[in-house]
Nanobody, 125 residues
Framework: QLVESGGGLVQTGGSLRLSCAAS????????IGWFRQAPGEEREGIAS????????LYADSVKGRFTISRDITNNMMYLQMNSLKPEDTAVYFC????????????????????WGQGILVIVSA
């Protein structure tokens, strides 16, 4: 089970940190990712961490502003979001995959088996 927290309303240029608590499995053994879905749009993969080498991958839309991380001790994953823009407004989801996705699919929904319920982030202009 994955449970997100930390969403809410923030002004343009502000920061938020999303948290995702895992239970029932160990995140260290899983590829992990953050996705988001804006109103009327498809779900978008924005950040991932490889289970094989810990490398990170970001979508161009968030590169340089968002940072994905994980805390193995506490079985948590995080998304630090800085310099937020109104276009970052979306429901954000954490996800985990027991099998490492091939590099071309690390930001695709398909490989991820476990999903959080989603949490809303609103960035006001």
């Amino acid at each position: 089970q994955l449970v997100e927290s930390g969403g809410g309303l923030v002004q343009t240029g502000g920061s938020l940190r999303l948290s995702c608590a895992a239970s029932g499995f160990t995140l260290d053994d899983y590829a992990i990712g953050w996705f988001r879905q804006a109103p009327g749009e498809e779900r978008e993969g924005i950040a991932s961490i490889s289970s094989e080498d810990g490398s990170t991958l970001y979508a161009d839309s968030v590169k340089g502003r968002f940072t994905i991380s994980r805390d193995i001790t506490n079985n948590m994953m995080y998304l630090q979001m800085n310099s937020l823009k109104p276009e970052d407004t979306a429901v954000y989801f954490c996800a985990a995959d027991p099998a490492e996705p091939s590099p071309d699919y690390r930001l695709e929904q398909g490989p991820y088996d476990y999903w959080g319920q989603g949490i809303l982030v609103i960035v006001s202009a």
